[in-house]
């Protein structure tokens, strides 16, 4: 049949012969899918040829005249491959760099009707190329919609390897390109949006409130993806609803040693506060150039200027002017302004910068752990070589720390108050000390108890017992008590993993 013939003359590369013939087929009763079908495959053909040469114009005009068939919507064998074309389009148009948005337009709606397969690899694989033109194009929240994020797959959930480096999964960074498209805003809202004012950004509601519920949602379901938070408290911080802090902070705890995320955190303090005016002064002391800095040290100049500590003020904008000279940047105007404030001729400036920043600073690090509760621990134990602290908390918890984090030294017995973070490392699940202090509270009596009684110890063991009380080699040779002898102490629960059952571990030990 003809179609073969049409078939045949594509592989042969005679693509133009093939399409002559294609179009020359009849149209009566069931000749007429075959017709479209030898059209569609040869138009394919000339997709193909046009992605590959880098010709938008050309690619587009066949795209209309794909379309323009209307195959029926079982044809995904032909429309996945179709849509690969434009994949490879899109592909190329983002290499060329800065492309006339209004094809990305044009090839987004052609998309959508073409008949795919949902989920499936090339429907992800257009989501992503077409993430690639955000936020410069401004329909990727409408065509996120479409697209329909229930069609996701598994794999777009992991991370993705290109040539050995990891990158975030098509989820995330899918989640960035709708957070950053909404965040930039429109210039002329559609008929009728309800639009809110972000500063002097007019932000459409509608794609607000969708992009808000939906990264909501992935939030609670997927607690282990590092980026969904941050793209999620950027968007809460505008919508005057829920508070971002909240959200922020888990995802500050892993990029803590990010300039960008303590400037972020700043903003989520009231406006003059000691607690933002600590966070921006942290984000300065993170490792990086000095050209990523420059607004952060304008901003908290203008912080410090309010609070008439002029000295610190001036010390940042003089680093600002410099910075701006060597690199040919203009000096604005607020600038321009300070530099001829009395205030700042007076002024006389000395010292160290970080050691300036560092005692402003004070106090930045426990407002990462605001969102999480305080439990009780008692020390079972510490390896003063090691510097290390092991501990039983309420729940009966358990877990060490480095004690020269928290700049105290703890003793077997002592009472802590401690902010726990369950993370997951090489050996499974564990419990991260983010903050740990001294407390004069009691001991939690599930934790901790006096003990008295007679000491059993046998000569080839270094430890003893008391009862039910262990009474570890360290104390033993501290007090060394004989055996059959009185003694008395304090205990603290501890979990024996030889026997697999809990058990009490002396702490303190004296001789009757």
Request: proline fraction near 6%.
């Amino acid at each position: 049949m003809s179609f073969r013939k049409a078939m045949s003359l594509r592989q042969e590369g005679r693509t133009d012969e093939a399409w002559q013939l294609a179009v020359s087929l009849p149209e009566e009763g069931d000749t007429l899918i075959w017709k479209k079908r030898a059209m569609g495959w040869v138009l394919h053909d000339y997709l193909k040829a046009a992605a590959t040469a880098g010709r938008p114009g050309v690619f587009i005009e066949r795209m209309k005249q794909w379309l323009a068939l209307e195959l029926p919507a079982d044809e995904k064998m032909m429309g996945n491959a179709v849509a690969w074309q434009v994949f490879r389009m899109l592909h190329s148009l983002k290499k060329q760099g800065c492309p006339d948005l209004a094809i990305i337009s044009n090839l987004s709606i052609a998309v959508r009707h073409i008949p795919l397969a949902r989920p499936s690899e090339v429907y992800s694989a257009l989501l992503k190329a077409l993430a690639g033109f955000a936020p410069e194009w401004t329909g990727f929240v409408a065509f996120l919609r479409w697209w329909d994020i229930r069609f996701f797959r598994p794999e777009d959930f992991g991370p993705e390897v290109i040539n050995g480096r990891s990158l975030p999964s098509l989820v995330e960074r899918v989640a960035g390109a709708m957070t950053k498209t909404v965040l930039a805003g429109v210039q002329q809202p559609p008929e009728g949006a309800e639009v809110l004012r972000a500063g002097n950004t007019l932000v459409v509601k509608a794609d607000l409130d969708f992009a808000m519920e939906w990264l909501e949602t992935l939030c609670r379901d997927y607690p282990r993806m590092t980026w969904l938070p941050y793209h999620y408290a950027r968007l809460l911080m505008i919508s005057g609803g829920k508070d971002p802090l909240k959200v922020f902070l888990p995802f500050a705890r892993k990029k803590q040693t990010e300039f960008w995320v303590w400037s972020l955190m700043a903003g989520m303090f009231p406006v003059h506060s000691s607690e933002q005016i600590a966070c921006y002064c942290r984000a300065l002391i993170c490792k990086t150039l000095p050209e990523y800095l420059v607004k952060v040290k304008q901003t908290l100049a203008s912080l410090l200027i309010r609070k008439e500590q002029y000295a610190a003020a001036k010390k940042l904008i003089m680093e600002v002017v410099d910075t701006r000279k060597k690199n040919g940047w203009k000096i604005s105007g607020e600038l321009e302004e300070w530099l001829q404030t009395p205030w700042y001729r007076e002024t006389t400036v000395s010292g160290d910068t970080e050691k300036m920043l560092r005692k402003l600073a004070a106090g930045a690090e426990s407002l990462l752990y605001l969102d999480l509760p305080v439990c009780t621990g008692v020390i079972n134990h510490v390896d003063y070589e090691k510097k290390t602290a092991w501990f039983i908390a309420e729940g009966k918890k358990t877990g060490s720390f480095k004690y020269e984090r928290f700049g105290w030294i703890p003793k077997p017995g002592c009472v802590a108050e401690l902010k726990l973070e369950e993370r997951t490392g090489r050996n499974g699940k564990y419990l991260h000390v983010c903050h740990a202090v001294r407390s004069a509270a009691p001991p939690p009596e599930e934790l901790f108890r006096k003990f008295s009684g007679k000491v059993r110890k046998r000569d080839d063991r270094p430890f003893a017992m008391a009862g039910e009380v262990f009474i570890p080699p360290l104390l033993v040779s501290q007090v060394q008590p004989a055996d059959g002898a009185a003694v008395s102490g304090t205990a603290v629960l501890s979990y024996n993993r030889k026997k697999e059952r809990w058990g009490w571990s002396a702490v303190s030990l004296q001789v009757e």
